[in-house]
Protein backbone atom coordinates (compact mmCIF):
# COMPACT_ATOMS: atom_id res chain seq x y z
CA UNK A 1 0.00 0.00 0.00
CA UNK A 2 1.19 3.60 -1.01
CA UNK A 3 1.85 6.06 1.77
CA UNK A 4 -0.54 8.10 1.02
CA UNK A 5 -3.47 4.91 1.24
CA UNK A 6 -3.41 4.45 4.53
CA UNK A 7 -6.93 4.19 6.34
CA UNK A 8 -5.57 5.93 9.59
CA UNK A 9 -3.33 9.11 7.54
CA UNK A 10 -7.59 9.92 5.76
CA UNK A 11 -9.41 9.30 9.49
CA UNK A 12 -6.52 11.79 10.89
CA UNK A 13 -6.66 14.47 7.69
CA UNK A 14 -10.93 14.24 7.84
CA UNK A 15 -10.83 14.84 11.71
CA UNK A 16 -8.49 18.22 11.51
CA UNK A 17 -10.78 19.30 8.90
CA UNK A 18 -13.62 18.56 10.86
CA UNK A 19 -11.97 19.81 13.96
CA UNK A 20 -11.11 23.38 11.58
CA UNK A 21 -14.94 23.47 10.20
CA UNK A 22 -16.94 22.95 13.66
CA UNK A 23 -14.20 25.89 14.96
CA UNK A 24 -16.04 27.88 12.35
CA UNK A 25 -19.99 27.14 13.48
CA UNK A 26 -21.94 30.44 13.37
CA UNK A 27 -22.01 30.13 17.34
CA UNK A 28 -18.44 30.62 17.27
CA UNK A 29 -18.00 33.44 20.01
CA UNK A 30 -20.63 32.16 22.35
CA UNK A 31 -18.98 28.72 22.34
CA UNK A 32 -16.43 26.76 21.23
CA UNK A 33 -17.00 23.58 18.66
CA UNK A 34 -16.18 20.84 21.22
CA UNK A 35 -19.57 22.82 23.68
CA UNK A 36 -21.26 23.11 20.43
CA UNK A 37 -20.97 19.44 19.40
CA UNK A 38 -21.88 18.34 23.24
CA UNK A 39 -24.58 20.91 23.28
CA UNK A 40 -26.33 19.07 19.66
CA UNK A 41 -25.21 15.85 21.31
CA UNK A 42 -27.54 16.72 24.81
CA UNK A 43 -30.29 18.40 22.43
CA UNK A 44 -31.05 15.19 20.78
CA UNK A 45 -31.61 12.97 23.09
CA UNK A 46 -34.32 11.87 24.93
CA UNK A 47 -33.64 10.80 28.22
CA UNK A 48 -31.44 11.35 30.97
CA UNK A 49 -27.29 11.96 30.10
CA UNK A 50 -24.21 11.32 31.91
CA UNK A 51 -20.93 12.19 31.81
CA UNK A 52 -20.25 8.55 30.92
CA UNK A 53 -22.30 9.09 27.70
CA UNK A 54 -20.67 12.25 26.46
CA UNK A 55 -17.10 10.47 27.12
CA UNK A 56 -18.48 7.20 25.09
CA UNK A 57 -20.21 9.64 22.70
CA UNK A 58 -16.99 11.25 21.90
CA UNK A 59 -14.27 8.96 23.37
CA UNK A 60 -13.10 11.62 25.64
CA UNK A 61 -11.12 10.48 28.22
CA UNK A 62 -13.40 11.48 32.06
CA UNK A 63 -10.90 14.37 32.79
CA UNK A 64 -11.61 15.68 29.31
CA UNK A 65 -15.04 15.72 29.51
CA UNK A 66 -15.06 17.14 33.13
CA UNK A 67 -13.29 20.20 31.79
CA UNK A 68 -15.36 20.55 28.82
CA UNK A 69 -18.68 20.11 31.07
CA UNK A 70 -17.17 22.44 33.69
CA UNK A 71 -16.43 25.10 30.77
CA UNK A 72 -20.14 24.45 29.83
CA UNK A 73 -21.41 24.63 33.33
CA UNK A 74 -19.80 27.98 33.71
CA UNK A 75 -21.05 29.28 30.92
CA UNK A 76 -24.29 28.70 31.80
CA UNK A 77 -25.31 26.20 29.02
CA UNK A 78 -25.94 23.32 31.14
CA UNK A 79 -26.01 22.26 34.91
CA UNK A 80 -25.79 19.01 36.49
CA UNK A 81 -28.32 17.36 39.35
CA UNK A 82 -27.63 14.46 41.53
CA UNK A 83 -30.38 11.63 40.89
CA UNK A 84 -32.26 11.32 44.12
CA UNK A 85 -30.80 8.58 46.17
CA UNK A 86 -27.49 8.50 44.43
CA UNK A 87 -25.85 12.00 44.80
CA UNK A 88 -22.77 10.61 42.74
CA UNK A 89 -24.19 10.37 39.41
CA UNK A 90 -25.04 13.97 37.82
CA UNK A 91 -27.89 14.38 35.15
CA UNK A 92 -26.71 16.75 32.52
CA UNK A 93 -29.43 19.55 31.69
CA UNK A 94 -29.48 21.90 29.37
CA UNK A 95 -30.51 25.90 30.55
CA UNK A 96 -32.65 27.77 28.86
CA UNK A 97 -29.12 29.24 27.59
CA UNK A 98 -27.88 26.20 25.95
CA UNK A 99 -31.34 26.12 24.58
CA UNK A 100 -31.39 29.15 22.78
CA UNK A 101 -28.26 28.10 20.78
CA UNK A 102 -30.36 24.73 19.97
CA UNK A 103 -31.95 26.18 16.44
CA UNK A 104 -28.16 27.34 15.31
CA UNK A 105 -26.60 24.11 16.94
CA UNK A 106 -29.01 22.54 14.93
CA UNK A 107 -28.72 24.03 11.81
CA UNK A 108 -24.83 24.35 11.94
CA UNK A 109 -24.84 19.96 12.20
CA UNK A 110 -27.21 19.95 9.24
CA UNK A 111 -24.92 22.06 7.35
CA UNK A 112 -21.68 20.16 7.96
CA UNK A 113 -23.13 16.08 6.94
CA UNK A 114 -24.41 17.82 3.76
CA UNK A 115 -21.20 19.46 2.82
CA UNK A 116 -19.57 16.18 4.23
CA UNK A 117 -21.68 14.01 2.10
CA UNK A 118 -22.49 15.97 -0.73
CA UNK A 119 -22.16 13.80 -3.91
CA UNK A 120 -21.59 10.45 -2.03
CA UNK A 121 -24.09 7.55 -3.45
CA UNK A 122 -26.22 6.47 -0.39
CA UNK A 123 -24.83 3.08 -0.61
CA UNK A 124 -21.27 4.08 -0.52
CA UNK A 125 -22.08 6.07 2.18
CA UNK A 126 -23.59 3.51 4.17
CA UNK A 127 -20.73 1.36 3.29
CA UNK A 128 -18.37 4.13 4.53
CA UNK A 129 -20.38 4.05 8.02
CA UNK A 130 -20.24 0.64 8.59
CA UNK A 131 -16.80 0.74 7.71
CA UNK A 132 -15.61 3.11 10.40
CA UNK A 133 -18.11 1.48 13.20
CA UNK A 134 -15.99 -1.41 12.70
CA UNK A 135 -12.66 0.50 12.88
CA UNK A 136 -14.16 2.16 15.66
CA UNK A 137 -14.33 -1.20 17.67
CA UNK A 138 -11.11 -2.72 16.46
CA UNK A 139 -9.35 0.30 18.31
CA UNK A 140 -10.00 0.44 21.99
Same mark, same amino acid.
Do not use: W
Given at each position: ? #????? @???? /???????????????????? =? &?????? /??????? !???????????????? $?? &??????????? !????? $????????? +? +?? +?? /??????? @????????? *????? @?????? *?????????? +? /?? #?? =???? *??
Amino acid at each position: M #EHDRH @AARY /VSKLSNKLRRQMESFSTKGQ =M &SGAQGK /VLHFLLA !QKGDVFQKDVEEEYSL $RP &SSATQLLQKME !QDGLI $RRESLPGDA +R +RK +RI /VVCSKGL @AYKAAVMED *IRTLE @AQLTKG *IDPDDLETFL +R /VM #EQ =MLKN *IP
